[in-house]
């Protein structure tokens, strides 16, 4: 297995296990209608945090195992799969983005209410939620496919 590979596959597994919890956490808090924007933004910060430190982490651990390719450039094949993996991502962070611009009409006429009497920052959160999503969403879009690309050769 490249070791590109395998850094695709510590991407995925960071992103699911530390994404995945913010937003189930930050989905849950709401739901409770118990949300608290400082509290929210303490969860992001730790998100980011720990999903650096993990991808860091074990990216050292990938390449000390496996030291001669760490060091070995990328082939032509392997920057073709990277090119075909981000443009994927990029649809995918391009259309998010677009849906958060297109739906806030929508929340703030709605009157969320998510947030005791502050509406704006209720569509301010969500929208800045939405973001993140999107980014989230296109990094594991962008592991998701160098994977397969590795897999099936191309």
């Given at each position: 297995?490249?070791?590109?590979?395998?850094?695709a596959?510590?991407?995925?597994?960071?992103?699911?296990l530390?994404?995945g919890w913010?937003?189930?956490a930050a989905a849950?808090?709401?739901?409770?209608g118990?949300?608290?924007a400082?509290?929210?933004l303490?969860?992001?910060?730790?998100?980011v945090?720990?999903?650096?430190?993990l991808?860091?982490v074990?990216?050292i651990?990938?390449?000390v195992?496996a030291?001669?390719?760490?060091d070995?450039?990328?082939?032509?094949r392997e920057?073709?799969?990277?090119?075909k993996?981000?443009s994927?991502?990029?649809w995918v962070?391009?259309?998010?983005?677009?849906?958060?611009a297109?739906?806030a009409?929508?929340?703030?006429v709605?009157?969320?209410?998510?947030?005791?009497?502050?509406?704006?920052?209720d569509?301010?959160?969500?929208?800045?939620?939405?973001?993140?999503?999107?980014?989230?969403?296109?990094?594991?879009?962008k592991?998701?496919?160098?994977?397969?690309?590795?897999?099936?050769?191309?």
């Amino acid at each position: 297995m490249p070791l590109r590979e395998k850094t695709a596959w510590v991407s995925v597994a960071t992103t699911l296990l530390v994404w995945g919890w913010y937003f189930a956490a930050a989905a849950g808090e709401i739901a409770d209608g118990r949300a608290d924007a400082g509290e929210l933004l303490g969860m992001f910060v730790g998100a980011v945090v720990l999903s650096i430190l993990l991808e860091v982490v074990l990216a050292i651990v990938v390449a000390v195992v496996a030291p001669r390719d760490a060091d070995a450039p990328a082939d032509e094949r392997e920057r073709l799969i990277a090119l075909k993996a981000t443009s994927a991502a990029y649809w995918v962070l391009s259309l998010g983005v677009t849906a958060v611009a297109l739906s806030a009409p929508f929340l703030s006429v709605a009157g969320l209410g998510w947030f005791e009497g502050r509406p704006e920052r209720d569509l301010a959160f969500v929208a800045a939620n939405g973001i993140i999503f999107a980014l989230v969403l296109a990094e594991l879009v962008k592991a998701a496919g160098l994977i397969i690309l590795y897999r099936r050769g191309v």
